[in-house]
């Protein structure tokens, strides 16, 4: 397994090896690798994980992107590292992105909203964003083709089979975790 220890950040690592650090790399928000039956893993409460993948030379990438991840450009980060070292194109990969808080309970102030002006409603001092919906939006800019972007419908404070820091403030965090198979 492989993952970071999530500071909302940027920094993606490249691993090609399990972690010996069971709480995952300091000071990243997601991993990358092109080992096969390497697992990759983040855990979010809210915060949207954030699956990109190429079948064809069988490498990945998993996120963890908050508002301030994907403001700092972490999708970015994870896509030019898996061109870099896996040779993957952005036209080659998926994008999943997968239960997270959504626009219908993602209420943010004005700063926030500045950093999202085309996935943001609301105002002046009220503004609701949609976060599946920016990253969508960035991958895209990125050279990541619609068709193959898939945002799961749950918003995870609504819903409440999953854990939500917004809505109880929990300790507790959905994993998703992320291989391609060893053959
Ligand atoms: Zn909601």
């Known amino acids: 397994m ?4 999530q500071v909302h950040g940027r920094r993606v690592l490249w691993t090609r090896r399990p972690s010996k650090n069971p709480e995952g790399a300091p000071g990243t ?3 990358a690798t092109d080992r096969r039956g390497l697992a990759l893993r983040v855990f979010t409460a809210d915060c949207a994980p954030v699956l990109l993948a190429d079948g064809r030379k069988r490498a990945l990438a998993l996120v963890h992107a908050g508002w301030r ?3 700092n450009g972490i999708l970015g980060r994870a896509v030019k590292l898996l061109e870099r070292k896996a040779g993957v194109g952005p036209k080659d990969l998926w994008m999943v992105v ?3 808080i959504h626009q219908c309970c993602y209420e943010v102030g004005g700063d926030v909203a500045r ?3 085309r996935n943001t409603t609301g105002g002046p001092d009220k503004f609701f964003l949609d976060l599946p919906g920016a990253l969508a939006e960035q991958a895209k800019v ?3 083709s619609p068709r193959k972007i898939f945002l799961a419908p749950h918003c ?3 819903d409440r089979r999953f854990f939500s820091f917004r809505r109880e403030k929990t300790e507790s965090r959905q994993a998703a975790v992320a291989a391609f198979r060893q053959l």
Do not use: I
Request: charged share 5%.
């Open 156 to 158: 995870t404070v609504c």
């Open 29 to 31: 928000d997601g991993a």
């Open 142 to 144: 990125l050279g990541v």
């Open 69 to 71: 991840g994907a403001a």
């Open 98 to 100: 997968g239960p997270c």
């Open 115 to 117: 950093c999202f002006p």
């Open 2 to 5: 492989g993952g970071g220890q």
